[in-house]
């Protein structure tokens, strides 16, 4: 099957619906992903995203964002993140999004390595809250054509430009979607690891392609673990309890119940501080203690940590939860500009896929929703404005059609997923 679309998609995390509803409506816009459109990490976000508290608190956002990623963030990415921050979350809102409020005014909870509260939030689940609002946008609108199931497979590529994707449905089936431009908001990583937090069908794929076709790609192996996740030997896709849990007072503890560390330090510090006392005291996981903030708090804010841990044997209203870290985010990926362009002519990559400098080496807790939202808005205004030149020049252009033996093959994903995991390196593994 070949379709022609103007901009395809590929992914329907926040960062590939946020984009759809940002390009123009006389665009055809094509969305193509993997699963069902539910299952994204974007959905599975706990705590919150970021918003400046107005003029005086940029300083104060800005380095906060620059210490947690050692310095080695692009300062202009930063800036324009917070910039953005407080028109994205209005966006939000406007799209139905609930945040918290008290007297008609946002509420902001603290997590880890911020200075201050800033984080807009829907109980412990805002993903969840965030996306049933965006998706309920996009099939709202009558340019956007969703398609589950599609696993983009490869690039089309001619004359060094992208001119759409070749996807494989459950049928086995190739489809070739021809596009002017095409957006890859793809995720992370996580999939390909021992133990993570993120979906296990979120695998790289984006990043794997790009790095077959030459594209340039950045830190591919800067992986973030995450400090406090359910401690279960048993299974890979490990329950997050979020940074927010921490942030309103809750204390890392180790078997002796005794405090060991400041649980408010930027997550690569207190990741290495509980590797360090699980080492030192010999055992494999320690424990995250909630039950000092009291019932109201934990329920009103926290009901869905509530009740996955109760579900799995514990009580937090009166048991520490047993945590380990696990691996939780990308840093690294497809490089872009501030627009979001890749250094392929045609080709754009938002959210976790890509790499624009803002989390530097280390990712400062909620700047991943924060990101994904400013920088695929950036990206639709960047390709609607190029849209009409692009048809200008594309003319009628038929395109070679690419040798379709080779994705055939199911070891091509395993070969996909072959050349991120050598990226990864020991990492693989951790806990
Ligand atoms: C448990 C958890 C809690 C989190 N909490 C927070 C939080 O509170 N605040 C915060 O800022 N960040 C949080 N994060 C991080 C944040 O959710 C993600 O970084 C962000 O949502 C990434 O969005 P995305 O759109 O880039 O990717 P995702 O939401 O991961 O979506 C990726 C999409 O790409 C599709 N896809 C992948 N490969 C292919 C392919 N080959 N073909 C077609 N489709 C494909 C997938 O099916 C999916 O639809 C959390 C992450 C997790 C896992």
Not at 312 to 340: E, N
């Amino acid at each position: 099957m070949n379709s022609k679309a103007d901009i395809v998609i590929v992914g329907s995390g926040v960062a590939g619906l946020f984009c759809a509803l940002n390009l123009p409506e006389r665009c055809r816009v094509v969305i193509l992903t993997k699963d069902r459109l539910e299952r994204s990490d974007s959905y599975l976000a706990q705590g919150g995203i970021c918003v400046a508290q107005g003029e005086s608190d940029y300083e104060s956002f800005y380095e906060d964002t620059m210490r947690a990623g050692h310095y080695q963030n692009d300062p202009a990415a930063v800036s324009l993140m917070i910039e953005s921050s407080r028109s994205v979350i209005e966006d939000l809102v406007s799209f139905g999004t609930d945040f918290a409020r008290q007297g008609g005014n946002l509420l902001c909870t603290r997590e880890g390595g911020h200075s201050r509260p800033r984080i807009v939030y829907h109980q412990d689940i805002t993903g969840r809250e965030v996306m049933t609002r965006l998706i309920a946008r996009v099939k709202e609108r009558s340019n956007i054509e969703i398609h589950e199931y599609e696993t983009m497979v490869d690039l089309l590529v001619e004359q060094a430009e992208c001119r759409g994707v070749i996807s494989r449905g459950t049928d086995g089936r190739l489809r070739l979607w021809q596009a002017d431009s095409t957006v890859l908001a793809c995720g992370g990583v996580g999939g390909l690891f021992e133990f993570s937090t993120n979906y296990r069908h979120i695998t790289g794929d984006a990043i794997a392609i790009a790095l077959e076709h030459g594209i340039a790609t950045e830190r591919v192996d800067a992986v973030q673990m995450h400090p406090t996740t359910f401690y279960d030997p048993s299974s890979s896709r490990c329950l997050l309890i979020s940074e927010s849990v921490r942030g309103e007072g809750a204390h890392l503890l180790n078997e002796r119940g005794e405090r060991f560390t400041d649980e408010l330090a930027p997550r690569d510090v207190v990741t290495a501080a509980i590797r360090a006392e699980m080492e030192r005291t010999g055992t494999d996981h320690v424990y995250l203690a909630m039950q000092h903030l009291g019932e109201e708090v934990i329920r009103s804010h926290f009901p869905n940590i509530y009740e996955s841990c109760r579900q799995r044997g514990i009580d937090v209203l009166t048991q520490p939860i047993p945590v380990v870290p696990a691996q939780h985010y990308l840093m690294g990926g497809i490089k872009v500009d501030l627009d979001s362009q890749t250094s392929m002519a045609r080709l754009y990559a938002i959210g976790e896929t890509s790499c624009n400098g803002v989390h530097g080496a280390n990712r400062l807790a909620s700047n991943s929703l924060l990101e994904s939202l400013v920088f695929a808005r950036r990206a639709a205004r960047r390709i609607g404005a190029s849209h009409r030149t692009q048809i200008e020049k594309r003319g009628s252009g038929s395109l070679a059609l690419p040798d379709f033996e080779k994705y055939q093959e199911d070891s091509l994903m395993e070969r996909y997923h072959r050349t991120v995991r050598e990226k990864m390196g020991e990492q693989l593994h951790a806990i």
